[in-house]
């Protein structure tokens, strides 16, 4: 983790000077983007942290391991998939999940399943999906993914 | 004043959250405690690495405004199209459903339905910030390998659409 942070301070530095050189007024407005983003999206991401401290204080890594570990099985992988497919969680919020969850010992395929899911399958959406493309297609994209999902995260966890 | 309410109601868990820590140091209550040391963890983890990457996010803004692909959108057909949609779904933001009305446009510009599917795949699991955060949380290995073998798949369900919908008339509907 703390390399990660040393790569995006170094990255960010670089291309601030870059940009700096390049464009001045550019690399302002650029920098005060940033900084709104991050001011709309801080106490929502504090709050999620505080969420998940308490709920991995209250269940044990026994309970993770076991039903989201690597000898979970197709139904750890199905039942990452389900959750993923019904649950509306922002991205930004369910990367320090997922974080948290492998820290706990789950699994890199559950992990990637359950991100993949999240992403790309949408029951909660649905009803929107099925205005904008027609019930039929809404449901055979959705299928597709659901299965994709799954694949992605069985060869993410063989690689990984 | 309804505003004003409307702003401090996001900070009412967290002001409960650092009141609960706070009764929990002084009264030597155990599990507050350690879930204040899981919190910091996670907090000093986030706040090293988040600040930095919207540096990077608002500079990719303004230097590659979406505005600017949206509008070479259209036709093209083959590898071209793909590669439009795919730069185009990355430089965006936000949830899936913020998608639909990205691809109705697409539509309307004339897109294919395998290059409108192969847009939403991409939107779902390639956006730049969302890359951004993953590397910072799950590492730069796991977040290549799970892109790389992401995007195959996305093309393929694009290409599986295309020819699901071969015989049948296909719209993006305006919502």
Redesign the interface.
């Known amino acids: 983790m703390v390399n990660n942070a040393f790569i995006f301070m170094f990255a960010s530095l670089g291309l601030t000077l870059f940009s700096f050189v390049l464009d001045k007024k550019k690399t302002l407005k650029g920098l005060k983007k940033g900084f709104f983003m991050f001011k709309n999206i801080f106490v929502p991401f504090v709050n999620i942290l505080i969420l998940i401290s308490l709920v991995l204080y209250l269940v044990p890594v026994e309970i993770i391991s076991n039903y989201l570990g690597p000898d979970s099985g197709p139904t750890g992988l199905l039942s990452a998939a389900l959750v993923g497919s019904i649950t509306l969680i922002p991205g930004f919020i369910s990367y320090p999940i997922a974080a948290s969850l492998i820290s706990q010992g789950a699994s890199y395929t559950v992990v990637a399943t359950f991100m993949t899911t999240l992403m790309m399958v949408g029951v909660v959406t649905f009803p929107l999906e099925a205005k904008y493309f027609g019930r039929r297609v809404a449901l055979v994209r959705n299928i597709l993914n659901f299965f994709a999902a799954i694949v992605i995260g069985l060869v993410v966890g063989w690689l990984m | 004043m309804n505003k004003k309410i409307e702003s401090s109601k996001?900070?009412v868990?967290?002001a409960m959250?650092l009141a609960a820590t706070a009764i929990s140091f002084a009264a030597g209550f155990e599990?507050g405690k350690?879930?204040?040391t899981?919190?910091s963890e996670?907090?000093i983890?986030?706040i090293?690495?988040?600040?930095?990457?919207?540096?990077?996010?608002?500079?990719?803004?303004?230097?590659f405004p979406k505005e600017k692909i949206e509008a070479h959108i259209g036709r093209q057909s083959g590898i071209t199209g793909i590669i439009v949609v795919i730069l185009l779904a990355m430089l965006q933001a936000g949830?899936?459903?913020g998608a639909?009305p990205v691809?109705?446009i697409l539509y309307t510009k004339g897109a294919s339905a395998r290059n409108i599917?192969i847009y939403?795949?991409a939107f779902?699991?390639l956006?730049i910030?969302?890359l951004?955060?993953?590397?910072?949380?799950?590492?730069?290995?796991?977040t290549l390998?799970?892109t790389l073998?992401?995007l195959p798949?996305?093309i393929?369900?694009g290409f599986?659409?295309e020819w699901?919908?071969r015989d049948k008339k296909?719209?993006?509907?305006k919502?």
């Open positions: 996001k900070y868990w967290l959250y599990p350690i879930a204040y899981n919190f996670y907090f983890e986030m090293s690495f988040i600040p930095f990457l919207f540096i990077i996010i608002g500079l990719f803004d303004v230097w949830p899936l459903y639909f691809a109705y599917f939403l795949g779902s699991s956006k910030p969302m951004g955060i993953e590397i910072g949380y799950l590492g730069l290995k796991f390998v799970r073998v992401s798949l996305f393929a369900i599986l659409m699901y919908l296909f719209a993006v509907n919502v």
